[in-house]
């Protein structure tokens, strides 16, 4: 699937307010789009340059580990910053990049209507009994109206079609959901929208199951920061996923309508040029709330360079806060990060299935 400047630019005009998408650089083949904008960096290429690929030999993750995407269908990408923050913070830049991910992701699949640009009220959903003391904010009540779905000619029959055609398809409605990976629809017997979460320090993660992965790579001009590399895989329109990535999961699995790399690159820059002002201007401590609300490593039984203990949350200066097994509290700043225990369904379970240290 070939990627659409036009649509891609057009996207960003119309929700981008900063600098991020400018220059675009997309490449059919290339070994990594992290190692493009390193090059381009010492070139001089300014902040917010793009590097897109349909496809990477040499893509790459935390400490060396291998990153395969699907051509055309997952969102390869680097994205170059020259921000104002002492060489001191970078992985407090890398927390800030997969806040905004996260943001995205939640809105792609809470919201698939945003996006496409779509009205919440999607055809085939008519309001009734429309009244003021409809409580707003409602997932499955967007405009503050009670929904009932038009089921007229859906039928457990019907093959999953075109998400841009299919009458139910282009809905927030939480009451139905659409199984990507089957025909027609089910109810949905989830009563909650899927929980989307960071672990620390750079993954993002679908009902426990990584969806994509940031690599922040920096470079430095003395003691200053000259530039930060921002890379990202994301598993987006794939799904199911092949058998030896049993343990991730992609946007499409958890809607029908999971938007293009076009739409996909311009909302992840928005939401990218969010976060790091704040963490430029205000610093950490600006976007700590949000970081340890969705912290996805909380109570969860976890494994620290072949030690055992719990997570406790993000410190103010961005490291990991762990419990070991005699109890003690200790930081965390580098390192991979295993969990131990089974993948949690909600933020509920991710606290009953952590089991205290011994």
Known sequence: MSFDRALFERALRETRDGELGEPLTHLALTGSTNDDAAEAAKAGAPHGAVFIADQQTQGRGRQGKRWDGAPGEDLLCSVLLRPRLAPSVVSQLTLAVGLALRDAVERWIHSPD?????????????????????????????????????????SSADPPGDPGTHPLTRTGIDALRWNPVGAGFKPALTRTP????????????????????????SQLRGAELASAVVGVGLNLRRAPLPPELSGAT??????????????????FLVELERRVSQLTLAGLTSILPELRRHDGLLGRRIQVEGRVAIGRGIATDGALLIEREDGALTRVRSGSVEVLDEVAHSATDVRLTAKPPK
């Not at 008519?126 to 997932?139: E, I, L, Q, Y």
């Not at 992609?250 to 309508?257: D, K, R």
């Open 194 to 217: 899927p929980v989307v979460q960071i672990k620390w320090p750079n993954d993002v993660w679908i009902e426990g199951r990584k969806v994509a992965g940031v690599l922040v790579e």
């Open 250 to 267: 992609s946007v499409a699995h958890f809607t029908s309508a999971p938007p293009s790399r076009e739409l996909a690159l311009a909302g």
């Open 114 to 154: 945003a996006a496409h640009g779509a009205h919440p009220v999607g055809a085939g959903f008519k309001p009734t009994g429309v009244s003021p003391a409809d409580p707003p904010g409602d997932p499955g009540n967007p405009v503050g109206a009670r929904f009932k779905p038009a089921l007229t000619g859906v």
